[in-house]
Antibody
Framework: EVQLLESGGDLVQPGGSLRLSCAASGFTFSSHAMSWVRQAPGKGLEWVSSISGSGGSTYYADSVKGRFTISRDNSKNTLYLQMNSLRAEDTAVYYC?????????????WGQGTTVTVSS | EIVMTQSPATLSVSPGERATLSCRASQSVSSDLAWYQQKPGQAPRLLIYGASTRATGIPARFSGSGSGTEFTLTISSLQSEDFAVYYCHQYNNWLTFGGGTKVEIK
């Protein structure tokens, strides 16, 4: 069974940094691109970033480009999201998602999410 | 950016009735369209991908149709566990989501 377990969410001040992690199991991690999607309180879903199976290609939404960095450690089956220069509008539940394969941005399995709150 | 517009925003349906949800793309996404179900406090669950293919374990009462810019999710006979928010999602040109349709008990 595919499992994705996010962690690292916290309350952080504006301008601060946070690193999210997503531990994956139940599939060949390095064979799949991975993604982060967020959902602000009471709002819809917003794609944040994706990374190829090797980690060699990364993609970002314009809203986070230059502030967030996605990475992965295939030896640890773990996905990361380094978030810098955080803003109030980054407050959301952040979901880790498994892409269908390494050639698709389509996400077929999602984790339960971790909450990031940016507030002074 | 491809904008996905869902209608209606809220759909009130009685258990056992049919529900029809619509999703429109601002430009063609071919059949690169998925539907997700989300219940309060839970992660989205994949229902349909490729516009009409049910994901593993999804009951046959859920069906998807359409291509290009117009898509429909139909729930043939609503069960109590189907009351939730439904999102459409295009993955043809980057990734964008619709604003959601809340299916509530009438």
């Amino acid at each position: 069974e595919v499992q994705l377990l996010e962690s690292g969410g916290d309350l952080v001040q504006p301008g601060g940094s946070l690193r999210l992690s997503c531990a994956a199991s139940g599939f060949t991690f390095s064979s799949h691109a991975m993604s982060w999607v967020r959902q602000a309180p009471g709002k819809g879903l917003e794609w944040v970033s994706s990374i190829s199976g090797s980690g060699g290609s990364t993609y970002y939404a314009d809203s986070v480009k230059g502030r967030f960095t996605i990475s992965r450690d295939n030896s640890k089956n773990t996905l990361y999201l380094q978030m810098n220069s955080l803003r109030a509008e980054d407050t959301a539940v952040y979901y880790c998602a498994k892409n269908l394969n390494d050639n698709s941005l389509f996400m077929d399995v999602w984790g339960q999410g971790t909450t990031v709150t940016v507030s002074s | 950016e491809i904008v996905m517009t869902q209608s209606p925003a809220t759909l009130s349906v009685s258990p056992g009735e049919r529900a029809t949800l619509s999703c429109r793309a601002s430009q063609s996404v071919s059949s690169d369209l998925a539907w997700y179900q989300q219940k309060p406090g839970q992660a989205p669950r994949l229902l349909i991908y490729g516009a009409s293919t049910r994901a593993t374990g999804i009951p046959a009462r859920f069906s998807g149709s359409g291509s290009g810019t117009e898509f429909t999710l139909t729930i043939s006979s609503l069960q109590s566990e189907d009351f939730a928010v439904y999102y459409c999602h295009q993955y043809n040109n980057w990734l964008t989501f619709g604003g959601g349709t809340k299916v509530e008990i009438k």
